[in-house]
Every structure is written in C-alpha cells, then in structure tokens.
C-alpha cells in the first residue's frame, strides 16, 4: 500500500481507503464478516476509513467503533460525517451549529475516540455555512475533539465555495471514470491546499454493469439503489465496459488507477462486503495504467461530454 499526505490538513493517509458505510453497515449484514473485512483492509494497508452518522440507517458508524475497540488506532485516520442523521428509515438534515456539535459528540462515543481525526460536513448547501456553523467547528477544533474539518459534496458548487473558504482542510468529491469534470475542481483545491478525497471511486461498478449481476439479496439491493438514484450513471458506464477486458488488470483496478493517475487525489473510497473484492481493490495501489488505456479513457469522457 502507498500513502499519500492529506493535504496541509497535517495526516498522511493509505491511496485506497475504506468506506465503512452502505451494506457492509446494515444490521441484514452479519457483524463478524463486517469485521472480517475491517482486519484485513488493516493487514492490506488500510489506514484511512471513511463513516458517517447517517450511514446505514445510523448503524454503520457505531459498528466501526466497535470492530476497533480495542486496537491501537493511533495509525489510523478515521473520519465521520455531520449534518444528517437516520431517523424513521430517512436520512434527515440539521446543519445548525448545536446539532453539528453533538452530532460530531455522538461520533467521538461511537467511535470510541477522543479526537476525531477528520470531521466532514455531508452534504451541505453553501447556505448552510453560516458564520456560526463555522465558528461551532472550530470550536471542536480548539476542544481538541477534532483534528481536521471537511466536506463532503458532490456540488462542484459547494466545493468550489468551500475551496476559498480557511475553515476547511478536505473536500471529497465524487470522481471517477464518469467525472473527469471534477478534474480542475480537483486541481483548484488542491492549489488552496486542501486535502482531496474521491468518493464513489469506483463509479459504483457501473463500468462493469453489476446492477446485472445478482447472485445474494445484497446485489439487489446495490442494483435497486444504483437504477432508482444513478440512472444514468448505470447506461454511461456501458461504454467503460472495454476497462474489464484489459490484460493484467481487472476492471475494479483499473477504475481505482484512474483515479489515483491524479496526484493532486490523497485517497480512493470504495466499499465492499466481499473479501476477494476488497484484496482485489487493495492489489490496485501501486498500479500505473497504459498510456493507451488512458488514452481510451479520454476519447469515451470526450465523446460522453460531447454527446
């Protein structure tokens, strides 16, 4: 595993981190195999992972902190999400500076953490930024209780705002194969010194067309979600289908070294619930594709952004 500096936010983080959200954090998916998969992203190198306190119905964030009570954490970077909370099986909002305090609160207790190293706003409008929002944070900050502060849009809007705001050490953005037009947002942040995170690194595995592979109640589940909320995600990612037929590579790899390609990311999330996928995702650190993969990959961006 390689390990990249987060920015000038002052943590180092593993090129391939962990999203400890989605399945791998419902209560249908057994706790002992979550926890299988969290020792062995560890053993592979993994040191960034990635929660929120909305995710999976809110179960995802404590079942992290309790996989990795116990351990020596002080080589990992783990990092929550404020601003929206499950309640009554709907994700809810409240970006109010009291509800992101307790929110970041709660997580510390989930987690089992004293310091959190990185806190992310999810998903916030820039309306919600206010004046005292970001006093709260730095508040958290002058506490102790947090290390670095973030957020967590795929608005290029809100990113773009929170680049030129001081307050902030990370955005996570949704980049991959289907987003190179994240890419000067990308440069743009890193130049302010901002930490870069890719979210959805994996375009979801549209690029392989996994909404048609159903084999186990889980599929279905990431198949629903995929056609209902990324539509047309699913049909653009037929055209990447070429990234699964390379040789020497897979195509889960040659997503995550696409994005990876670009220096100015510090760390690719995915998530995964099956260990062959998660030791095959972690064998794409280091990986360099052919310049006439990239080259391939550009000439399908350019004719999808074209059309």
Not at 74 to 93: D, H, M, P, W, Y
Not at 257 to 275: Q, S
Not at 288 to 299: D, G, Q, S, V, Y
């Amino acid at each position: 595993m390689l390990y990249r500096d987060l920015g000038q936010a002052g943590l180092k983080v593993s090129e391939i981190g962990f999203g400890a959200a989605s399945w791998w954090g419902k209560a249908r998916f057994p706790e002992i195999h979550a926890a299988r998969l969290v020792d062995e992203a560890i053993a592979g190198g993994v040191t960034f992972f990635d929660t929120g306190a909305s995710y999976s119905g809110g179960n995802a964030e404590p079942r992290l902190g309790r996989i990795l009570k116990g351990r020596d954490l002080s080589g990992l970077v783990l990092a929550s999400k404020a601003g929206t909370f499950a309640e009554g099986g709907r994700v809810r909002r409240d970006f109010s500076p009291a509800a992101v305090t307790a929110s970041a609160e709660r997580s510390l207790k989930a987690l089992g953490v004293d310091v959190l190293p990185l806190l992310q706003l999810h998903g916030p409008d820039i309306a919600d930024l206010t004046d005292g929002l970001r006093e709260a944070l730095q508040g958290l900050k002058t506490r102790g209780l947090v290390r670095a502060l973030g957020v967590n849009s795929f608005d290029p809007g809100v990113i773009a705002h929170v680049t030129d705001l001081p307050d902030f050490d990370v955005v996570m953005v949704d980049y991959n194969v289907l987003r190179p037009e994240r890419e000067p947002l990308i440069a743009r942040a890193a130049a302010a010194g901002k930490g870069v995170l890719a979210g959805m690194a994996l375009a979801m595995g549209h690029t392989g067309l996994q909404v048609a592979k159903i084999r186990r109640p889980r599929d279905l589940w990431y198949a629903a979600r995929g056609l209902v909320r990324h539509r047309a995600d699913v049909m653009a990612g037929a055209g990447f289908g070429f990234l699964n037929r390379l040789p020497g590579i897979s195509g889960p790899q040659a997503a995550l070294a696409y994005v990876l390609a670009n220096p100015n990311v510090a760390c690719a999330v995915m998530g995964t619930t099956r260990e062959a996928h998660l030791a095959e995702n972690l064998a794409a650190s280091g990986l360099a594709l052919p310049p006439e993969t990239m080259a391939a990959i550009r000439t399908r961006q350019a004719a999808r952004l074209s059309g």
